[in-house]
């Protein structure tokens, strides 16, 4: 992950501590959360602890950065929609300028901090071609600024043994020993097994026996992705270059100062969802991180190197894939692996 997308994840988590927790708190209640198809356990679960337990500190530091864009888009959801209003022509690739009196009109209207903060934090978090400017506003104007993200001590991978009393393993040891007696009396009572006479069988006539029946095993389903909202209304899931391993062009999200003149790569990338204009993929890199999971079949589909796809989704061109090359498709398994 390079550092512009670090400091993107780190700004999507920081905002829920820097909007009131109360409206956090009211968007969760308002979702419905009810295990279904739609849901995925990685976006389902914490959104369902933080309806419990409560804690939107605790959810914005430790929660799968899936589940945290997830909550942002719900909350940005309806000053974003009012914001692209405002800026009416200017809404794909708006100057810092006409943003910023976007920003400003948007506030006029009623809507709070609050709002802008998010609307400003899921455009950085969904590499929109306005996130420097989103960005710059964020570090400029003291009202949007976002606290620090808390340091979150990581537990244990091994929890410390606890002590077991002489009588606790007293009685363990004895229920051992009533279990090994019931074996030993229940495997006395059967009856023997038949043997093979000498000059015969004692195989049962194949008339007087009916084959058992055999159910086949069902195939595996590849699992429904869940999209947000706003990539519903873009992308089709089930679009027949969902699940395909291709070579595009990923543009930085970030300017970088030793290659001023580069601005986009070419990467391997795995695609969940598109549409005829654009795709929504999540880039494969070569080095480990948190936000990102092994990508398990990155032998078979031809990369050179052991390589780890991210969480992160990135939008980008679909230009009749002419000039993309793909790799492979993942097989059911994999993809299920991966969502």
């Given at each position: 992950m390079t550092d512009a997308s670090a400091n993107a994840n780190n700004i999507v988590r920081a905002v829920f501590l820097k909007i009131d927790p109360e409206v956090t708190l009211r968007t969760v209640d308002s979702l419905d959360l009810r295990a279904h198809a739609k849901v995925s356990a990685v976006v389902g679960v914490p959104l369902r602890q933080l309806q419990q337990r409560r804690d939107v500190t605790a959810f914005a530091t430790t929660a799968p950065l899936a589940a945290v864009r997830g909550l942002l888009e719900v909350l940005s959801l309806a000053p974003l929609e009012k914001t692209i209003e405002l800026l009416g022509d200017h809404a794909e690739s708006p100057t810092y300028d006409q943003l910023s009196e976007a920003v400003d009109q948007l506030l006029a209207l009623g809507s709070s901090n609050d709002d802008v903060v998010a609307v400003l934090a899921y455009a950085v978090g969904a590499s929109f071609p306005a996130a420097p400017h989103c960005r710059r506003l964020l570090e400029e104007r003291p009202e949007f600024s976002l606290p620090a993200l808390p340091d979150?001590?990581?537990?244990?991978?091994?929890?410390?043994?606890?002590?077991?009393?002489?009588?606790?393993?007293e009685q363990r040891r004895n229920r051992r020993e009533d279990e090994k007696r019931k074996r030993k009396s229940a495997s006395s009572a059967r009856p023997p097994r038949p043997t093979k006479a000498k000059g015969g069988s004692t195989r049962p006539d194949a008339a007087a026996t009916k084959p058992a029946s055999v159910t086949p095993p069902t195939s595996e389903e590849r699992r429904?992705?869940?999209?947000?909202?706003?990539e519903t209304s873009r992308f089709d899931a089930e679009h027949p270059l969902v699940g395909a391993v291709l070579v595009v062009e990923i543009p930085f999200d970030a300017h970088d100062p030793d290659q001023p003149d580069v601005k986009s790569k070419d990467r391997p990338v795995l695609v969940v969802a598109a549409s005829s204009e654009e795709l929504l993929v999540r880039p494969i890199y070569s080095n480990p991180s948190p936000a990102r999971t092994l990508f398990q079949p990155w032998r078979r589909v031809g990369l050179d190197h052991v390589s780890y796809v991210a969480d992160e989704r990135v939008v980008v061109a679909n230009a009749g894939l002419e000039p993309v090359q793909q790799l492979g498709q993942l097989t059911t398994p994999e993809w299920n692996s991966l969502t």
């Open positions: 979150v001590v990581a537990p244990a991978v091994l929890a410390a043994p606890r002590e077991v009393s002489a009588e606790i393993r429904r992705l869940l999209l947000t909202p706003l």
